[in-house]
């Protein structure tokens, strides 16, 4: 199976790139980069790039010597990426059939992506590939749900009032979230774990109607509006707790971080 064709709009990235990057990736990225210990002349390719953030991140580490690479499927996204760091390199692409030769770079990096691959070991097996022996591919994803105290209390209230179908949709992001599973995924691919680090992130924004507004995204078109104002109401009970004096929300997520080589 391919990446799965999820194609934003051009509005949809730049609210991507304002909203979800600083609220939650610029922090996955830093961690990410450090982790991996990026250092000039490196060869970074950034698999599911979306509008950049993990590839501008590893670019200012690797430095004028060094060469980083972004792929994603989505155009809006690489418009985003493209206007943001023009300098770097933003390719069209699918995760499952990276467009790059064997071992073609050092590192290969992926944040926020796996879970909606198509065929995620097919994937980890292409990162691999374009990593060769010597390189390594790291994966950053969201945990467990029952590990992240905010989405959990998000989740409750949507299934309260949404049902079923409607939770499914959020839980989508925390589709890999189970370590035992990440692993096998990882080792289905001919991989080996050298790195696995669970850490409590959060996501931060002004309020609880902002996170709101951007959380549930994926059900604007499947709540009507009685339903979606049941929900807003509980949410600012259920998520009190993770709101400041300000009125500004972080809501905790469990991340994973692993990196891997090929055996």
């Known amino acids: 199976m391919a990446e799965v064709r999820y194609q934003l709009s051009a509005e949809a990235a730049e ?42 991140t590893a670019a200012d580490m690797a430095g004028d010597v060094g060469t980083v690479v972004g792929v994603d499927l989505n155009e809006a996204m690489l418009a985003v990426a493209r206007r943001i760091r023009p300098d770097l390199r933003w390719q069209h692409g ?10 073609s770079f050092d590192l290969v990096l992926s944040q926020a992506g796996l879970m909606f691959f198509g065929d995620r070991a097919a994937a980890l097996r292409e990162m691999g590939r374009v990593a060769g022996v010597r390189g390594r591919v790291a994966v950053q994803v969201p945990g467990r749900l029952s590990a992240s105290p905010g989405y959990r209390a998000l989740a409750d209230v949507v299934a309260r009032h949404a049902g079923r ?16 599973l990440l692993i096998h995924l990882i080792d289905a691919a001919g991989l080996r774990v050298e790195v696995f680090d669970t850490w409590l992130g959060a996501t931060r924004l002004s309020s609880v109607d902002t996170f709101l507004a951007v959380e549930l995204l994926p059900l604007a078109d499947r709540l009507d509006r009685g339903i979606r104002d049941r929900i807003v109401e509980d949410c600012h009970t259920a998520l009190a707790p993770f709101v400041d004096a300000a009125g500004a929300i972080a809501a905790p997520i469990e991340v994973h971080l692993v990196v891997a080589r090929r055996r």
Request: charged content about 20%; glycine content about 8%.
């Open 15 to 56: 609210f991507y790139e304002s909203t979800f990057v600083p609220a939650l990736f610029a922090a996955w990225a830093r961690r990410l980069v450090d982790t991996v210990e990026v250092t000039p002349g490196h060869a970074v390719l950034d698999v599911a790039c979306g509008t950049g953030v993990v590839a501008r």
């Open 94 to 103: 699918d995760a499952c059939a990276l467009p790059f030769g064997d071992a």
């Open 165 to 180: 179908e409607a939770l499914d949709l959020l839980g989508a992001y925390f589709a890999v979230g189970e370590p035992d």
